[in-house]
């Protein structure tokens, strides 16, 4: 307890410091907002040099002073906001207990505009987000946005939740790390998606670590991505502005066009929604029928008010134009040019694949080979 005592004195007496990790659109790879992270740099005297925020604010939270660490946080948090990009969110972590304390009210109150901050609850007890409600209106009047961490699915939490009209849900990193290779995962990812949708709220996926999970994100259509793979959290006079297209090495293999690269949309349906009108899905031409995992069963073409069966041929997103040709000119003669539907290493429906793409991109890259001279060979040649 005295050790607890030490730490947060000297936390609180100016060692508290703030890092901010990137969030980007995962569709076009630009930022849109920083989170704020705490930290703690601490002496060998009182603790590690390197004090984790967890350990600092279980310590608070041991002597009860919680409230009083997560206001200087915001403080410390808050000092960079003129330095963000004006089209940047800055998202606060705050608990709904503390949000409730005369000194993280006053923190917040004192800033001229809540304009791009947003307020990432935790904490979310029932009866702490029925006292909070008030106070997020009034700090929504001055420009504040709301993210809550994934709901309970249980309705008295659900509804309470949604009476806060969060702007965004966060994923936590423990359901989106493996999801590549997770069928529940994505079916829980895919379903909150929907109920996020339907609310009009973005969702944002946290702790993403290994590409086939951002891919796997990508696919079932989340908007937002954070984790070490984009970025790491950084001092503010080192946050990345922008990010590179993170998968667009993965797409080639040995100069070779993946056949992730030619995926094109496509409108998914259960058995249950055949009857479903073809203007309720925009101008796409094919659909699949799928099952409630996404799993394809059958390729479908509407022609007026009729459906017509297309032979169904499975392609994987990671195999080459060429195999994926030679796979295609496979099938009887009459079934050369029928799209194919692509699938990731699950077997999920990711979209469909023109035969007639493979076949322009086939050409564009043994027209390179031709033409290319010595002196370009030595460049990386961009697709």
């Known amino acids: 307890m005295e050790l607890d005592r030490a730490v947060v004195a000297r936390a609180l007496e100016g060692r508290l410091t703030t890092v901010y990790q990137p969030i980007i659109d995962l569709e076009r790879s630009q930022v849109v907002g920083y989170e704020a992270f705490l930290r703690y740099r601490g002496d060998h005297a009182i603790a590690p040099p390197v ?72 904490d979310h007890e029932v009866e702490s987000l029925t006292e909070v409600r008030d106070l997020i209106d009034t700090f929504r009047d ?19 939740l949604m009476g806060l009209e969060p702007s965004y849900i966060k994923l936590d990193r423990r359901l989106v790390a493996g999801i590549a290779n997770s069928r529940y995962k994505l079916a829980i990812v895919d379903s909150l998606r929907h109920f996020a949708r339907n609310l009009d709220m973005g969702v944002i996926a946290q702790g993403i670590e290994h590409l086939a999970d951002l891919q796997s994100l990508e696919r079932i259509g989340i908007s937002f991505g954070q984790g070490f793979l984009i970025a790491r959290p950084a001092p503010s006079d080192q946050l990345p502005r922008s990010v590179p297209h993170l998968d667009e090495v993965n797409l080639t293999v040995t100069g070779e066009t993946r056949v992730a690269r030619l995926v094109e949309p496509v409108c998914e349906l259960t058995e249950a929604e055949l009857e479903v009108p073809i203007s309720a899905h925009g101008d796409l031409k094919y659909e699949v029928i799928v099952t409630d995992l996404r799993e394809p069963l059958a390729l479908l073409r509407r022609v007026g008010n009729r459906l017509v069966n ?45 035969v007639d793409r ?26």
């Open 310 to 354: 297309i032979p169904m041929t499975l392609v994987g997103e990671r195999e080459t134009v060429t195999e994926a040709a030679k796979l295609a000119m496979r099938r009887p003669a009459d079934s050369h040019f029928d799209p194919m539907v692509c699938v990731d290493a699950l077997g999920t429906c990711v979209g469909v694949v023109r």
């Open 142 to 160: 001055r420009g504040a946005l709301v993210a809550i961490t994934e709901p309970s699915l249980l309705p008295d939490a659900l509804e309470q």
């Open 358 to 383: 493979l076949i322009d991109v086939l050409l564009s890259e043994a027209s390179g080979r031709r033409h290319r001279t010595p002196r370009v060979s030595r460049h990386p040649r961009h697709s």
């Open 51 to 122: 004090f984790s925020p967890d350990a600092l604010l279980a310590a608070a939270q041991r002597i009860g002073r919680t409230p009083e660490m997560e206001a200087a946080a915001l403080f410390q948090a808050l000092l960079v906001r003129d330095d963000l990009p004006g089209n940047c969110g800055l998202f606060l972590n705050v608990s709904a207990t503390a949000l409730t304390d005369d000194r993280v009210i006053a923190v917040l109150c004192g800033e001229r505009s809540l304009e791009g901050v947003v307020l990432e609850l935790h």
